[in-house]
């Protein structure tokens, strides 16, 4: 298999001969086509001034007619009675038919430059032959001549055409050593690049790649970069996940086989054996939950394709969350400020943002003191619903709030489970709101916490 390098070198050549050859074919057509009948007219008038002279001065023709050849022409001059007389330089093919010798003997002016055939790899400029001339009729005395001639290129151009001939080699010859050196300059960062995935597929995400360049490559490598911290954030986060995971099985399932070891081994009293199997009970309740939630997170990474979207009312969805938690509410003694207008229409899963109501003001009901304060507000702007649930409590430490959000993340470092929660209700959160298109910010401190919902709007 080719590499780049040398596809883009290969490539880069063959475009080079591809533009060349087609340079040639356009300009050689442009010589047929406009350049040609010009050039034609312009040597029948340079014909027609050697008639002139040779016509006013017989006697010194032929010495006349050398020194135009040595000017840089190519002379050919016919009685049409087997008297052919050439000046200059040889022409490559002598191929012109006795029709048109008859012509110009007639009197007739011969436009063989312009009626030279068009041809796509031959450019007729520097066709030296016969045929390819312009002729006009000679009269001298009573013997009349048909005087041939076109330019000797050679002659004219030989050492411009040699000078021109090497510009075009030295620049293709050029043109392909640098483009050797450019392409590894432009293959090397792919090269790199290259090689980096195959270190991040065998799991190496520590790279470091040049960033300097300020083009598409440079633009590439930088993303890449960025990518690369991406993937071995999420590779920590998915090793903490499933660390957190066993974590928080292995301790409930731990105490279970504990507890029931204990009850089947050894005589106990109705009050242990009661008590114990309450522990058991619990723990069994905290590892559903714990699935429960799971299976929703994992439901939730789908993205939209696992929501069931409908159209509800943002008050009574509120009003019907409080109701549940309304002995929490009574039992704390905690007062509930509810200014929600009737207006605001959700469009979005019911049964998921309910879960989002629920565990924020869960969290609120749980975690401030007793006599305090919770107060849910929610408004209209042009583009987002926004929800405000705030309450009065302690606030949350300023060390803990940027990692609320994250999966097992307690604020409780003791990891117990008396409280029955797992330490996903926030990122469930966090989850349902951002496949709604929305997002969720907190912002906490001694007076009290606030968390701040925008939903979208339809």
């Not at 090793?239 to 081994?265: C, D, M, R, W, Y």
């Not at 400020?337 to 989002?356: A, N, R, T």
């Not at 959160?429 to 907190?442: L, N």
């Amino acid at each position: 298999m080719k590499s780049l390098y040398f596809r883009v070198f290969f490539i880069t050549v063959a475009a080079i001969l591809i533009s060349s050859l087609l340079g040639f074919l356009l300009s050689n057509t442009y010589y047929h086509v406009k350049l040609k009948p010009y050039n034609d007219k312009k040597l029948v008038v340079i014909a027609e001034q050697m008639k002139q002279y040779v016509e006013k001065v017989p006697s010194s023709m032929d010495q006349y007619l050398q020194n135009a050849a040595a000017l840089g022409y190519e002379i050919y001059l016919t009685d049409g009675q087997g008297n052919d007389r050439f000046y200059g330089r040889e022409f490559r093919v002598q191929d012109l038919d006795q029709k048109s010798r008859d012509s110009v003997l007639g009197g007739k002016v011969y436009h063989g430059v312009a009626q030279f055939p068009n041809t796509l790899f031959i450019t007729g400029f520097f066709d030296n032959r016969l045929r390819n001339t312009v002729g006009v009729p000679v009269q001298i005395g009573n013997q009349k001549y048909a005087l041939f001639m076109r330019p000797d290129v050679i002659l004219q151009f030989g050492e411009l055409r040699t000078f021109f001939a090497l510009i075009g080699l030295l620049t293709v010859v050029m043109s392909i050593i640098l483009f050797l050196v450019s392409t590894r300059y432009l293959v090397k960062p792919i090269t790199r690049l290259s090689d980096a995935t195959k270190q991040i597929a065998q799991g190496n995400f520590n790279l470091r790649l040049p960033t300097s360049r300020r083009d598409e490559i440079g633009q590439l490598a930088g993303h890449f970069m960025i990518m690369s911290r991406e993937l071995e954030r999420v590779d920590q986060s998915r090793q903490q996940f499933v660390s957190n995971v066993s974590h928080e099985i292995q301790s409930p399932l731990t105490s279970i086989q504990g507890f029931a070891k204990v009850l089947a081994e050894r005589d106990l009293s109705q009050e242990d054996r009661e008590h114990y199997s309450s522990i058991i009970e619990e723990e069994s309740r905290h590892l559903s939950l714990l699935g429960k939630q799971l299976l929703l997170l994992s439901t939730l990474e789908q993205g939209q394709e696992a929501l069931n979207k409908v159209t509800f009312s943002l008050q009574s969805q509120i009003r019907q969350a409080v109701r549940v938690l309304q002995w929490q509410l009574e039992e704390k003694e905690l007062l509930l400020k509810i200014s929600v207008p009737e207006s605001i229409k959700i469009h979005g899963d019911e049964v998921l943002l309910m879960q989002v109501w629920m565990n924020l003001l869960s969290n609120a009901v749980n975690h401030i003191p007793i006599g305090r304060t919770i107060e849910i507000r929610a408004e209209e702007t042009n583009s987002h619903h926004m929800i405000y649930i705030r309450d009065t409590g302690n606030g949350i430490a300023p060390e803990h709030l940027p990692f609320i959000f994250d999966r097992f993340y307690r604020v409780d470092t003791a990891r117990k489970h008396s409280s029955g929660r797992t330490g996903l209700g926030l990122a469930i959160v966090k989850k349902i709101v951002q496949v709604h298109g929305g997002h969720i910010e907190v912002v906490s401190s001694n007076d009290g916490t606030l968390f701040t919902v925008a939903l979208p709007r339809m």
